[in-house]
């Protein structure tokens, strides 16, 4: 995914489910899941491949949603299992995307 726009409309859907306490992999299945009915199955078709092998971080890099400095992050946030924290996180990183 290279707009930032559509990068940060995803995150924000992504951080919205977590933040209604889904499970982090469940709800970005989920948000992959409309982006295919969104006529963008191809783009995501590997991600959802990585989430179900690798899990939650690798998956939003395969996406290419976030990079390796944000993986590093969301990786120590994934690990506090707090679903406030990452939901944070990944709303941080949606307005990150909107001011690109």
Same mark, same amino acid.
């Given at each position: 995914?290279?707009?930032?726009?559509?990068? +940060?409309?995803?995150?924000?859907a %992504? $951080?919205?489910?977590?933040?209604r306490?889904?499970p *982090? @992999?469940e709800? %970005?299945?989920?948000c992959?899941?409309q982006e295919?009915?969104g006529?963008?199955?191809?783009a995501f078709r !590997? $991600? +959802?491949?990585v %989430?179900?092998?690798?899990g939650?971080v690798p +998956?939003l !890099? +395969? *996406?290419d949603?976030?990079g390796d @400095?944000a $993986? *590093?992050v969301? *990786?120590?946030?994934? @690990?506090e299992?707090?679903?406030r924290?990452l939901a944070?996180?990944?709303?941080g %990183? $949606? @307005?990150f995307?909107e001011?690109?």
């Open positions: 995914m290279s707009n930032s726009s559509d990068k +940060a409309r995803f995150l924000k %992504l $951080a919205f489910e977590i933040r306490k889904r *982090a @992999e709800a %970005l299945n989920e992959i899941e295919g009915r006529g963008k199955h191809k !590997q $991600a +959802a491949s %989430l179900a092998s690798e939650f +998956a !890099q +395969a *996406a949603l976030i @400095e $993986a *590093a969301l *990786a120590s946030v994934m @690990e299992n707090d679903h924290l944070g996180a990944i709303a %990183l $949606a @307005e995307h001011r690109q």
